[in-house]
């Protein structure tokens, strides 16, 4: 266990809502990812963050933004949510120089 | 761009080996080895930083050709705990990955 937290663990929306997922960490690393998880395609990076404030785009970046105010919170908002967003969102952090480890998920169903 | 894993899928009997494949067409500066269990997160197997390099954790143990742009993970005497997904992460730089899209692993008693 590597100190990470997400929430909500399960959400159910409707298309054309907001969603925002919270990924927290209490171990004060640097950085953190967020990638979404589909049948097929196994994980895709979406956002990362190397500081506070400091974000960069991966590769399925369209339709998220990020926001990381304090190390400990890295958000994820869905500004208007699609059915094709409907997925499993893991939060990651990195340790040392190298390794990424993994939150629980979230699970996304977007109706 | 993904790299590519192979095979997609496999089933064991308890105590046989099996080997996981995964190839890049970019120049990779490392690879990563992961494990899912359904419903659950990715767990952290291993890195493999340099061209040649093999690593080991339990009966599981991989190696990196960088030449190639290619990383195996080798799984020994396989145990029903081995079950799962395996990915494999590269990237050019340290810290964005890109992951393959899974090789499924039964075993079977």
């Known amino acids: 266990d590597a100190g990470i937290t997400q929430s909500p663990r399960h959400k159910v929306t409707e298309t054309g809502t907001p969603v925002t997922l919270r990924c927290h960490q209490t171990e004060n690393h640097r950085y953190m990812y967020w990638y979404r998880q589909d049948p097929g395609h196994g994980l895709r990076l979406i956002h990362y963050?190397?500081?506070?404030?400091?974000?960069d785009k991966g590769e399925v970046s369209d339709g998220y933004s990020v926001s990381r105010s304090k190390t400990e919170d890295f958000l994820l908002t869905l500004e208007s949510a699609t059915s094709s967003q409907t997925s499993v969102y893991f939060c990651a952090i990195g340790i040392g120089n190298e390794t990424q480890y993994f939150g629980p998920g979230t699970r996304l169903l977007v109706l | 761009q993904q790299p590519v894993q192979s095979p997609q899928a496999v089933i064991l009997r308890e105590g046989e080996d099996a080997v996981i494949n995964c190839s890049s067409s970019k120049a990779l500066y490392s690879v990563h080895w992961y494990r899912q269990k359904h419903g659950e997160a990715p767990v952290f197997l291993m890195i493999l930083l340099k061209g040649g390099e093999q690593k080991g954790h339990e009966k599981i143990s991989a190696s990196f050709n960088e030449k190639k742009q290619q990383s195996s993970l080798y799984l020994t005497a396989s145990q029903l705990s081995y079950s799962g997904t395996y990915f494999c992460?590269?990237?050019?730089?340290?810290?964005?990955?890109?992951f393959g899209s899974g090789t499924r692993l039964q075993v079977q008693p």
């Open positions: 963050s190397y500081g506070v404030k400091d974000t």
């Open positions: 992460g590269t990237g050019p730089g340290r810290r964005a990955l890109t």
